[in-house]
T-cell receptor, first 116, second 107 residues
Framework: GAVVSQHPSRVICKSGTSVKIECRSLDFQATTMFWYRQFPKQSLMLMATSNEGSKATYEQGVEKDKFLINHASLTLSTLTVTSAHPEDSSFYIC????????????FGSGTRLTVV | RKEVEQDPGPFNVPEGATVAFNCTYSNSASQSFFWYRQDCRKEPKLLMSVYSSGNEDGRFTAQLNRASQYISLLIRDSKLSDSATYLCVVKGGKLIFGQGTELSVKP
């Protein structure tokens, strides 16, 4: 089945540094990648939608200059959290629409970011 | 009002019990509906799609009532392995997730 590989699974960084999270679609072409954030005991919140070769579309309240998204190829999308602060600590997860189906989304395994 | 609302629970039930989760959504133009399962600190995984005619997959039955904008999930004969958070998900132009309902099945 469709697989989205997300790395790293866990990262701890110092406040003020940047962190890059990668999502790769292993056996299909992900023309669209969705990036979510989930705080403890809360729902997944869509941060942005990225389409290959074009600028990402950010949800209201998400700073595009802080959360840089690059989707340069059909199999790779990256999210960079710039100048991370403790309040950015969260579970970040990507998702792509499974090729060949009109429903169901394949998720990466998530990245747990802790900013200290 | 949240776009997708669920009772967060937790639901604590004994093995073998039948448990029902409910979900309501606000956008009547929503096109597709799903239940996902999320284990602690892991990614959501698709449990089943939901159709107006109702659909069943083993011990799981999902139902959609478009008029009431209401979605349900019924789990029969609960297993310990069913313990997880169940996410109601609605698709319009994008996926909208409910907060999730936590289920804990005890021996």
């Amino acid at each position: 089945g469709a697989v989205v590989s997300q790395h790293p699974s866990r990262v701890i960084c110092k406040s003020g540094t940047s962190v890059k999270i990668e999502c790769r679609s292993l056996d299909f072409q992900a023309t669209t990648m969705f990036w979510y954030r989930q705080f403890p005991k809360q729902s997944l919140m869509l941060m942005a939608t990225s389409n290959e070769g074009s600028k990402a579309t950010y949800e209201q309240g998400v700073e595009k200059d802080k959360f840089l998204i690059n989707h340069a190829s059909l199999t790779l999308s990256t999210l960079t959290v710039t100048s991370a602060h403790p309040e950015d600590s969260s579970f970040y997860i990507c998702s792509a629409n499974t090729a060949g189906t009109n429903y169901g989304y394949t998720f990466g395994s998530g990245t747990r970011l802790t900013v200290v | 009002r949240k776009e997708v609302e669920q009772d967060p629970g937790p639901f604590n039930v004994p093995e073998g019990a039948t448990v029902a989760f409910n979900c309501t959504y606000s956008n009547s133009a929503s096109q597709s509906f799903f239940w996902y399962r999320q284990d602690c600190r892991k990614e959501p995984k698709l449990l089943m799609s939901v159709y107006s005619s109702g659909n069943e997959d083993g011990r799981f039955t999902a139902q959609l009532n478009r008029a009431s904008q209401y979605i349900s999930l019924l789990i029969r004969d609960s297993k310990l392995s069913d313990s997880a958070t169940y996410l109601c998900v609605v698709k319009g132009g994008k996926l909208i997730f409910g907060q999730g309902t936590e289920l804990s099945v005890k021996p």
